[in-house]
């Protein structure tokens, strides 16, 4: 039964395949027909006015000479100093979850790792190098290829969902480069969808810690598939780690300071802000009537 299946089978293709040979027959003596018509009359193939330098090489070659070579090549000229970390690395949970602490002590473990980069909070934690006021450090400064880190604890109320529409377009177009820039925004929020869309658009790692027994972190990472309105369509598991609370890292920050908006400066774009200043300036130093 097999057997005439596949026959059968074999036979359809050879027909089908008889069939476009003799369709394809007729076009081509057409085609060497006309070919030789047109060259008799005197036209030839155009030709490049400025030749390709591009030049192929065999497959073999790039992946058993090129490939090695250049993989090799690569670990005798990287720079081990440089940060391997970038993008926006976000934990999320409930009060209690432990998303501080998991977010301290990834902190903590990049700086023992790397300790030429520059970590800034806008928490107070013990091994920070300046503090976190403004989004604008986040813009405007850089530490090179050392890496440079951005904490933000409660990143919601920096940047919320209900001021997504007047995001600074400065501050989306550093979130867009932070790879290029080797840059890492580390951000907890209670809630994902409390974040501003633009922040949740480019989350490169969601990590959702459980704490067990007030002194174990379970920490799981994603991959988050964000829809277009901003919410997760699918989460895609990277890994899951975890670590035991020890002293150094619990007296490395103060788990009850609170968190302040930026209400004075708000979301408006830096020329906005600028303009904002110097009309407040002109109004200082124009005399009184």
């Known amino acids: 039964m097999f057997g005439t299946v596949v026959k059968a089978i074999l036979a359809l293709v050879f027909l089908c395949m008889k069939w476009l040979v003799y369709l394809l027959i007729p076009f081509c003596i057409m085609c060497v027909v006309f070919f030789l018509y047109y060259t008799a009359k005197g036209k030839r193939l155009p030709k490049r006015v400025k030749p390709s330098t591009y030049k192929q090489r065999n497959i073999l070659l790039r992946l058993f000479w090129d490939f090695p070579k250049r993989f090799v090549l690569d670990r005798f000229e990287a720079d081990p100093d440089k940060f391997p970390i970038d993008g926006l690395h976000l934990f999320a949970g409930e009060q209690g979850s432990g998303k501080s602490i998991a977010s301290v002590e990834f902190c903590m473990r990049m700086k023992k790792l790397y300790p030429n980069c520059r970590i800034r909070s806008n928490i107070d934690v013990s091994f920070q190098d300046e503090k976190l006021e403004g989004w604008e450090q986040i813009v405007f400064d850089s530490n090179g290829t050392f890496g440079d880190i951005s904490y933000i604890d409660e990143i919601q109320n920096w940047f919320n969902s209900a001021d997504s529409k007047s995001f600074p377009p400065e501050m989306i177009q550093e979130i867009c480069q932070l790879r290029k820039q080797i840059k890492v925004i580390v951000g907890t929020s209670q809630v994902f969808a409390?974040?501003?869309?633009?922040?949740?658009?480019?989350?490169?790692?969601?990590?959702k810690p459980i704490t067990i027994a007030?002194?174990?972190?379970?920490?799981?990472?994603y991959k988050p598939m964000i829809k277009q309105d901003g919410t997760i369509d699918k989460l895609r598991r990277i890994k899951t780690y975890f670590f035991v609370h020890n002293e150094e890292l619990r007296n490395a920050y103060d788990t009850y300071e609170k968190v302040q908006r930026l209400a004075t400066t708000g979301f408006k774009p830096m020329s906005e802000r600028l303009g904002a200043e110097n009309s407040d300036e002109l109004s200082v130093k124009a005399p009184r009537k």
């Open 194 to 207: 409390r974040v501003a869309k633009p922040i949740r658009e480019q989350v490169r790692v969601l990590y």
């Open 214 to 221: 007030g002194c174990l972190t379970i920490v799981r990472c």
